[in-house]
């Protein structure tokens, strides 16, 4: 139990992936915050896609209070003035992570669900409010953060292993497919990369002046602390070359959230980020007694 919580806010930027990453900040960019939460509840992980006019933000809803994560959506107009707010998704487990994306005549949703001890693809049966589980998908570990990217033929995910804690942070891993339901096949150089401050995935992957570019996080100085771009020289089922670039900046102007920054995902001609500040008090602390407390009555 710690009295330090994690309190993410995601934003809208009023600028393409693209001009992010080749400017390496945020700074001066206009931005426009997602609905605050309650005490000790957030919202993270933003993931969008735009559908007649409309920006669908998928993003995990979390309360301290029942530490289970579950997936909002909401929907913006074209001048991103918020119109609708609906659950999309919700499990037994924890979910975060909500990667959607359309492709082979759907529209497909691939959160975060390490806790499930699987990695389910889901497939939207009445957009973007209804979802059906579609099919599983088998790797060499338990996937952190899946995310997907179809590149010269191929379908490929990027993510870390959930084995142990290091790994979720710091173990890059990859694999890939002909058809999004697969057979999956994971790459023979995993781990293709292992270093804390650039491996586990964090938004979309794009490619960017004729290279692969992947945002991962920089968990080096706290958990989700900075969002680097990974460049890809080389992707293939026989080998992979990547460096890390410099962390994104201009994390200072979105105070008081600029004690971390852990996604950067395309929308069109917006980005999708999430930043974070923490939350230092007694009433933390009680939230987590009160948890226990009813685990032991039970």
């Excluded at 945020?26 to 969008?48: E, H, Q, T, V």
């Excluded at 918020?82 to 949703?109: C, F, K, N």
């Excluded at 001890?117 to 899946?146: C, G, N, Q, S």
């Amino acid at each position: 139990m710690g009295l330090r919580k994690d309190i993410w806010r995601p934003a809208i930027v009023e600028a393409p992936f693209a001009e992010i990453v080749r400017r390496g900040s945020i700074a001066g960019l206009p931005i426009r915050w997602l609905p605050p939460m309650g005490s000790f509840r957030f919202l993270a992980d933003p993931f969008g896609l735009w559908r007649d006019g409309r920006l669908h933000v998928f993003v995990e809803t979390y309360d301290y209070r029942v530490r289970i994560g579950a997936i909002e959506v909401l929907t913006y107009d074209a001048a991103f003035n918020l119109i609708d707010r609906q659950w999309a998704l919700r499990e037994p487990w924890h979910l975060s992570y909500p990667v959607v994306w359309e492709a082979e005549g759907e529209t497909w949703m691939l959160p975060e669900a390490h806790r499930s001890k699987r990695l389910t693809l889901y497939r939207a049966a009445e957009f973007p409010h209804r979802w059906e589980r579609a099919v599983e998908i088998p790797l060499d570990h338990v996937a952190v953060d899946a995310t997907p990217f179809w590149y010269e033929g191929l379908w490929w995910l990027f993510y870390t292993s959930a084995s142990n804690e290091p790994d979720k942070m710091a173990a890059l891993h990859l694999a890939f497919a002909e058809h999004l339901r697969g057979p999956w096949r994971v790459h023979p150089g995993n781990p293709v990369r292992r270093d804390i401050a650039s491996a586990r995935p964090g938004g979309t992957a794009q490619i960017v002046d004729g290279r692969v570019v992947l945002p991962v996080q920089d968990c080096s100085r706290t958990y989700g602390g900075a969002i680097r771009p990974l460049w890809f020289d080389r992707l293939d089922p026989d080998s992979v070359s990547m460096e890390a670039g410099a962390a994104i900046g201009g994390q200072s102007e979105l105070a008081p959230f600029c004690e971390g920054l852990h996604t950067l995902a395309a929308a069109g001609e917006v980005t999708l980020i999430d930043a974070k500040r923490t939350e230092l008090s007694l009433h933390g602390l009680s939230i987590e007694a009160v948890r226990e407390l009813r685990k032991l009555l039970r």
